[in-house]
């Protein structure tokens, strides 16, 4: 049986589906079957998936609320979790919006993610 791995975000600014399309271009380069879902289209069922890579923005010191709905499900407890962040916050102070903004879903949720962090902004050209 193949593994689905299914990379899901939630973008107001376009940061969230940047990474998360990264996220996925990598992954399926490596040979993996990748789903991508936008968050603002629809809530995934994850039940279908082995690894699960989440994704979403930070707003008024808040994640945005169809990211938690997909948090909310409790197949996430037999898969295989990485969780990014975009933000300032995140950019700035890495550890402490992991802190802020990740760890308190994580234990509301009981989730055991595999990886949680930042999502660094990729330099562009022009930036030393």
């Given at each position: 049986?193949?593994?689905?791995?299914?990379?899901?975000?939630?973008?107001?600014?376009?940061a969230s589906e940047e990474y998360a399309k990264v996220?996925?271009?990598t992954l399926t380069a490596n040979g993996l079957v990748v789903e991508t879902?936008?968050?603002?289209?629809?809530?995934?069922?994850?039940a279908a998936y082995d690894t699960i890579f989440l994704g979403t923005g930070?707003?008024?010191?808040?994640?945005?609320r169809p990211w938690k709905k997909v948090l909310?499900?409790?197949?996430?407890?037999?898969?295989?979790?990485?969780?990014?962040?975009?933000?300032?916050?995140?950019?700035?102070e890495p550890?402490?919006?992991?802190e802020k903004f990740l760890r308190p879903l994580v234990e509301?949720?009981?989730?055991?993610?595999r990886k949680m962090g930042q999502t660094r902004?990729?330099?562009?050209d022009d930036e030393t």
């Open positions: 049986m193949m593994n689905k791995t299914l990379v899901a975000y939630f973008s107001k600014g376009g996220i996925a271009e879902c936008n968050l603002a289209q629809g809530i995934p069922d994850v930070v707003r008024m010191f808040r994640v945005y909310k499900q409790k197949a996430l407890a037999n898969k295989h979790l990485f969780m990014f962040l975009s933000s300032g916050t995140a950019i700035e550890d402490k919006a992991v509301k949720y009981n989730l055991k993610p902004r990729p330099k562009r």
